[in-house]
């Protein structure tokens, strides 16, 4: 019998509203999963108190017990990314600068909407330092705590993986959900930039910012997007339009979809064993029936040049003043990171600007010109890196630090705002998990869940767990 921790959210959302399974004890066996990573690596900031946790589970068994209304994610544990406001919580984002910071005074419009949807939260998880960077220390990867889980939102990959969460909200501006949903073995989806809402959510880069779901499976991201997604005028990047069900296509074939593998760019400078995994996950949706169509994007390579300037310009924006303050408490990789955009010219900025259009009429004209329906593509080019030396060795010899890697594949996405579906594709020779990403067109969330969710039907590498051991991978 699956322990109730080991369940996907759609599973354990089926068997709550059915009976056979009480809200009470799903939260018992999430909160007991918790202290199986020491406190020094482990996914959560805080945890909110056990007693008034097991109380709001209680209250969500009585509700169902009563016949009342429940909503999709009634009774699921969720976890929240440090950088998102929990109402009588502090927001630190994992900067020392943020230690004093009073309690939000309220809930994120996302964190609402999940407490709306019925969801339980469990506490904030470890951030990246104001989510700009791919380690997320202190926490470590559930496959091998040796191991770092990714970042920005590593901590509620790792949380989610460990089985310490059935879900939790991520944010994403250069790769910040599917970075870690991949070497942590997790589904990460990234939504059209301006679908959520992130008023709530300390910014990044205002332009690039996105706040989205990490769970087991597919149709978990999708009940979980669903349940987010809307028009918030008091967010100036908010999209003004209807928003179709992600979860929509679920269980629809993909015979006949077209699906592109652009090489170019996406297959350059990757870990050994990647490219045949990786060949593999395509093959499997030829096999299902996909049409795959094997055409490269001319302008990736500068998508993820575009990107980064404007990461970098914007993140300095936000910090400008704290930094002319002395930028007390925060670390001096993010200090340096911070003065280098403050010095880049308006020129470079505005330049920037004027690429990412270009950018996006491309991409747009890749799609139509070759009638897509979504792309395939890695979200990392290696595995989780050790914790000790955060570098990857690819096939040719060649090094790179995870934060210039693991965005590398990320940021062309970020800059044009299409959703993308991070979904477990397999496993190295180590034990360790690797995912690809399936990006759509715009506000098409619904296709590119329904390509994740037939292929991993078909493949099963959710059904894997983490053994929580040091030095150790298990799949």
Known sequence: MTAPH???????QRQIQDGTLSAVDLMTSVLDRIPLIPAE????VMVRDRERLLAEAAQADNARANGLRMGPLHGIPVAIKDIVDVAGIPTRCGSQSMADAAPAEANAPVVNSFLRAGAIVVGKTVTQEYAAGTISAPSRNPWDLDRI?????GGSAAAVAAGMALLAVGTD?????RCPASVCGVTGLKPTYGSVSRRG??????SLDTVGPLARSVHDCAISLDAITGYDPADPGSAHVVHASAAAEIGESVQ???IGVPRLFWYERIEPELEAIFDTAVQQL??????????????AREARFVALVINRVETAAVHEQRIRNGGAGIAEELRMRIKGGLLAPAAVYTHANQARIVIRHSVARYFADNNLDAIMLPVTPG??????NPIMTYTDGEQEHVLSGYTRFNMPINATGQPALSIPVGFTSAGLPIGMQIVGRPFAEARICRIGHAYESATRWIDQRPSLSYGTANG
């Open 41 to 44: 690596h482990n996914p959560y």
């Open 173 to 177: 501006t250069g790769g910040s959900i």
């Open 383 to 388: 595995v989780a890196a050790r914790a000790d």
């Open 6 to 12: 080991d369940l996907t959210l759609s599973q354990a």
């Open 256 to 258: 006949g979809l077209r």
């Open 201 to 206: 959510v300390f910014p990044l880069a205002w």
């Open 286 to 299: 030829r096999d299902l029936g996909a049409e795959v169509v094997e055409e490269d994007w001319d302008l």
């Open 149 to 153: 889980p990714g970042g920005s939102s």
